[in-house]
């Protein structure tokens, strides 16, 4: 049951992501980009400037962090406000479109720090195997896992 501030999910029938031509894969590859989720996830409960953003991001560059912010301002998820000052002050600010992403995008960002350990694991038991499988065996046969 929904309560009050609840929306009811609604999906356009019209689009199709598994579509090689559907635009919809192009809004898929901007959420799904590792500075997309941090950036909107700093800007869900303040605006901030640049050089904030560039701090509080560890490992982002500028380059990186300008060409995601465009990105999300075209995609009207972020809003820029210039100040004339000099230099001139540019403040960040998600917008209501971008509101309705970060709760999604938080679930990711928490699945990921939770299972981290676990996902890690894998990786090393992966790799442990894929480096036996890579060393000659005694009968001179080498296992190939493809």
């Avoid at 019209?14 to 192009?26: D, H, K, V």
């Avoid at 894929?130 to 493809?146: C, H, I, N, S, W």
Wanted: net charge neutral; glycine share 6%.
């Amino acid at each position: 049951m929904l309560d009050d501030t609840e929306q009811p999910l609604q999906i356009a029938s019209s689009w199709n992501a598994y579509q090689a031509e559907c635009p919809t894969r192009l809004m898929l590859n901007r959420i799904a980009d590792k500075w997309t989720v941090l950036v909107l996830g700093l800007l869900e409960s303040e605006t901030k400037r640049f050089n904030t953003l560039h701090r509080e991001i560890g490992g982002v560059s500028q380059k990186m962090l300008t060409q995601t912010l465009r990105g999300l301002e075209r995609d009207g998820l972020v809003s820029r406000t210039i100040y004339p000052s000099v230099p001139p002050r540019v403040e960040y600010t998600i917008t209501a479109l971008g509101k309705t992403l970060v709760g999604l995008l938080a679930a990711l960002r928490v699945w990921s720090e939770t299972h981290i350990e676990e996902v890690l694991e894998a990786q090393q038991n992966y790799d442990n195997i894929a480096q036996e499988a890579l060393k000659p065996q005694t009968d001179g046969v080498r296992k190939v896992r493809f």
